[in-house]
């Protein structure tokens, strides 16, 4: 199995609502990403998780919020944000961490995204 | 992580070779390179990477110059569902976990 699996597939938020990403994989991976997709742009890293700890953060707004209750899942918390925070948000997973000294440990799988809209 | 340049974009016939270029003249030793790709509205892609050695898996070849300053990612047999956005990027091999993604190359494959 080397699916990367994002809940919901889409959603749409006010600027005052408080909801949540989700992310899942069950590859064994010990470290977790969050990126950023505009429209037409690449993405951008957001946070990186090793071995359920947070260990970048690329200085992202405090109305994001990561989460990684275990090595299988990880989430994006959102509150208070803003319109120009609609886009495509990705999750993707590698098999290693930090300390990786192979760099097939470090091949990122990413998921499908979540297209957020904020109104 | 060391910069890469791409063109903006490239066709290729259907059934054809697709030779898509990278420039990473600033690459160091320890920097692998990485290609992925992305589909319209889908999750980037891993295709292949490679170190100074050429690769070759199922999806496509990694052909990387002796100097390390460029290489050309090669879809042998291109079709109409190889059309996408591709990712050329260099990273550490050890300690680095920022993939920074660059502009990339819209491929488009016509029939």
């Known amino acids: 199995d080397t699916e990367v699996t994002q809940t919901p597939k889409h959603l749409v938020m006010g600027m005052t609502n408080k909801k949540s990403l989700k992310c899942e994989q069950h590859m064994g991976h010990r470290a977790m990403y969050w990126y950023k997709q505009k429209a037409k742009k690449p993405p951008e890293l957001m946070f990186v998780?090793?071995?359920?700890?947070?260990?970048i953060n690329e200085s992202v707004p405090s109305r994001f919020s990561p989460e990684c209750p275990n090595s299988s899942l990880l989430n994006l918390h959102l509150h208070a944000l803003q319109p120009e925070d609609s886009a495509l948000y990705l999750c993707?997973?590698?098999?290693?961490?930090?300390?990786?000294?192979?760099?097939?440990?470090?091949?990122?799988?990413f998921g499908p995204g979540t297209r957020l809209l904020v109104l | 992580d060391a910069k890469t340049t791409q063109p903006t974009s490239m066709d290729c016939a259907e059934g054809r070779a697709a030779n898509l270029p990278c420039n990473h003249s600033t690459i160091s030793g320890n920097e692998y390179v990485y290609w992925y790709r992305q589909i319209h509205s889908q999750g980037p892609q891993y295709i292949i990477h490679?170190?100074?050695n050429n690769e070759t898996n199922e999806m496509a070849s990694l052909i990387i110059t002796e100097d390390r300053k460029s290489s050309t990612l090669i879809l042998p047999h291109a079709t109409l569902r190889d059309t996408a956005v591709y990712y050329c990027?260099?990273?550490?091999?050890?300690?680095?976990?920022?993939?920074?993604f660059g502009a990339g190359t819209r491929l488009f494959v016509k029939a």
């Open positions: 990027i260099v990273r550490v091999r050890a300690g680095g976990f920022k993939t920074i």
């Open positions: 993707a997973s590698s098999q290693e961490g930090p300390t990786s000294g192979r760099a097939s440990g470090e091949t990122q799988y």
């Open positions: 998780y090793s071995y359920e700890k947070l260990s």
């Open positions: 490679g170190l100074k």
